[in-house]
């Protein structure tokens, strides 16, 4: 019999970002954008350098809305702007922690065609179709 065809459910992106710095032209920030079926509502970020790997988790949601407009209110907030540069499309992204703060900046279109990936992968509004609430719940009380 022959083997079914392997269904991709994550899609791992690399980005280019920049740490935002006053004065500068910013400092570049190795990093990949997450999106699997198993976690339909979330975007794993995942910041390399120094000794270990540093990961963001937020909604998928909040970067889409992030696009055209400011948004978030908690440890991570999303909103568009332009470079100043050559007026290409930006979204920056603002990480809030006790440890500090940053603002990243990526590329506007690098970011929709993640979302775009993202989206084929699990539609928006179809995010519940694909959460296993008997492992979920199992895992909450044990």
Known sequence: MPALPHRKTE???DV???LRTTG????PVPASLRY???????????FRGGDADVEWVFARD??????????????VQVRPCTDAADGRP??????????????????GADVRRFLRRA???VPPGRESRHLDLDDLIARLVS
Do not use: F, Q
Not at 24 to 27: E, H, K, V
Not at 90 to 100: E, F, K, Q, T, Y
């Open 24 to 27: 500068g032209p910013g400092l």
């Open 11 to 13: 899609v791992d992106v």
């Open 90 to 107: 930006r979204i920056v992204l603002r990480l809030s922690s006790p440890d500090g703060n940053a603002e990243l900046e990526a590329d």
């Open 62 to 75: 909040l970067l889409r809305e992030g696009l055209t407009g400011p948004t978030g209110d908690g440890d």
């Open 119 to 121: 989206d084929a992968l």
């Open 36 to 46: 699997g079926a198993d976690d339909p509502y979330a975007i794993h970020a995942v």
């Open 16 to 18: 280019s970002l920049r």
